[in-house]
Structure formats: C-alpha cells, structure tokens
C-alpha cells in the first residue's frame, strides 16, 4: 500500500502575543501563546489536537491558516513555506486551506442570507458565474443536511446545530484540501455532536479532506483523529496515533486528561483510578523555566526545572517531550 504524502508540515511554530502599557503603548511583555510547536499531517488524515482551555490549540489552527501571523516558524504546505508570505501571496492558500469556527453563532454575519455567506468565498475568489455559484450553493446546503430553500433565510432562523452545518457549507464553498475544526462540536448540544462529526468524517471520506481537528472532548477526538497531539501550555508534549495514545499514554499530563474521561459502565468506572492534578497553572506570560508542567507532577526530577524536554521519538512515532524518557 502506497505511504500518504504529507499535506502540511509544521515545524517550530510560534506565536506571541505582545502585551503593552502606557501612553506610548511600550511592550513590556509577550503572552507566549504557542511555542516552537512542531508536527505534520498526511493527506486524507485527521490529527487531533487537545489539552486544557488556554493551552494555545486554538491559536495554533488560527496561526496554521494565517488568520495570526506566525511569530517564527515555519508553515510548509505542499512543500511550501507559506509562513512568510504576504496577503496577496496567500490568496491561492486561502482557497485551499478554510476553518470551521467554535461559535456558529458568532461566526456568521447576522445581516447576510445564509445563501449570500456560503456564496461570499465564491464571489472573493471569483470562482464562478451567477447561475453556477446558485447551484453550487444549493448543492453544499444538501450535503451538511439543509433544504436549498434555507438559502434565503438568516442565522437567526436557525438552531445551533443548523448554524454550524451553514459554517461547515461556508468551509466547503471553495473546494479546500485542508480544513481547521476549531472545536465544531463543543457549543452544541450532545445529542446533535455526534451528527455533525459523522457528516464531517463522510465529507473527508467523499472529498479527500484533511482534518486539525481542535476539541476538549476526548473519547470523541479518539472517534474521528488517525493521531493525537497533547498540547499543555503552548508546547506539544505528546503526538501518537490515537489507538497508541489511548492504549499507552507516557507523559503524566495525558494520563491524567485520559483518566477524566467517562466511562459508561459503573464497574469499569469504579475500577478505573482517576488522576487528579494538584497546582495552578503557569502564566503564559511567564512559565517556569523547564519543563512546564513540573508544578503539577509528581514525577518532577530536579532536571525538569532546569532543562525544557524535547519531544523525542520512542519508536512508532510516537513522540514524548518528558525527562522520565530519557
């Protein structure tokens, strides 16, 4: 069987954010929101990526498509840098690479038809005449599980779960090879999650797509991710496959993020040991020399304040940034 080729390849991306005070708006520090961040995905894959609220998954999708402008690092799509490139450069990317929004209601425009959202992609790109962008848009409306007649009516007129398909229709307008899901379940209700991740794995099965998918849901990112990344505190600290990571998790954060998830049997529930982590967590203002997790592990060694762990390849690449494996 042939080896999938590589669709996008981060290394070392970084993105701060400049914090600044005064009457001369002097920076005086950097929110360090992602931090020499390195990983890649294969075409036709998924690649989750979870961790707590503020870990930086968030910022490491916006920062990938260009939505943030990369602070240093590289952003290799197709075999390409695009990391540096300029507004006008990135048009021809824009239409390859689209991203599914966390809020379906804040990611629409209230004053548009839902028609005239899905169809504005078209129109930017300039994809298509009157009669064709009408079919075309009727066309996705059927795919995400809407009626063409939705078309004429507006975000309001929606549930959540209806709204997230029309930003899904959105992401889908231009033909895109790769899609950022920034957490497209986490707003809706549970009985509508499952749908709306079993319409986004029948697209990638249909279209070729290739998934970052963004979630804080753990049982569900393992249904729809080929590999996981656990991002704590702007850095990667473990990347496997997913079957390897729910199997045999090594860092001691990913431990304890899969021990809080529920198990629906009560025995099995019982005899499962959750991990509870102790400690705030660091600014990202000023984390700790280090390893950055070393506040709230029990394993800390006196390395870990001194020395930052890189991610190191434990053989079916599965990657931990951990002292304990060294």
């Not at 961790?51 to 390409?80: F, N, V």
């Not at 990112?221 to 079957?243: F, Q």
Request: with cysteine; charged share 25%.
């Amino acid at each position: 069987m042939k080896e999938k080729e590589t669709l996008i390849e981060i290394k070392d991306l970084t993105k701060f954010f400049p914090i600044k005070k005064g009457i001369f708006n002097k920076k005086i520090s950097n929110v360090k929101a992602v931090d020499e961040v390195s990983f890649s995905i294969k075409r036709g894959e998924t690649l989750g990526l979870v961790g707590e609220s503020g870990c930086g998954k968030t910022t490491t999708g916006r920062t990938i498509i260009k939505l943030y402008e990369p602070t240093s690092g590289q952003i290799i799509y197709e075999g390409k840098d695009i990391a540096k490139l300029t507004h006008a450069q990135m048009m021809p990317y824009r239409k390859k690479m689209q991203m599914i929004f966390q809020d379906p209601y804040a990611s629409l425009n209230a004053r548009m038809t839902v028609g005239d959202i899905i169809g504005e992609p078209i129109d930017i790109h300039k994809l298509m005449g009157k009669k064709e962008r009408l079919e075309r848009i009727h066309y996705l409306l059927n795919r995400v599980g809407l009626n063409p007649d939705h078309a004429n009516r507006y975000p309001h007129e929606f549930s959540g779960g209806q709204r997230q398909r029309v930003g899904i229709a959105r992401a889908l307008a231009v033909q895109p090879e790769f899609i950022v899901c920034d957490e497209p379940i986490s707003a809706l209700d549970v009985s509508i999650q499952a749908q709306v991740v079993n319409m986004l794995e029948d697209l990638q099965n249909d279209l070729g797509l290739t998934y970052l998918f963004i979630a804080h849901d753990l049982s569900m990112v393992k249904h729809i991710s080929t590999n996981i990344g656990v991002m704590y505190l702007g850095k990667l600290v473990e990347i496997a496959s997913s079957n390897e990571l729910y199997k045999n998790p090594l860092h001691p954060y990913t431990k304890a993020l899969l021990s809080a998830i529920p198990v629906p049997d009560p025995d099995m529930a019982a005899s499962n040991k959750r991990i509870m982590l102790e400690g705030e967590i660091p600014s990202p203002i000023d984390p700790p020399p280090g390893c950055r997790f070393r506040g709230r592990c029990k394993y800390a060694k006196p390395i870990c304040a001194e020395v930052q762990p890189q991610l190191k390849d434990l053989g079916g690449d599965h990657k931990v940034a951990c002292h304990l494996y060294e």
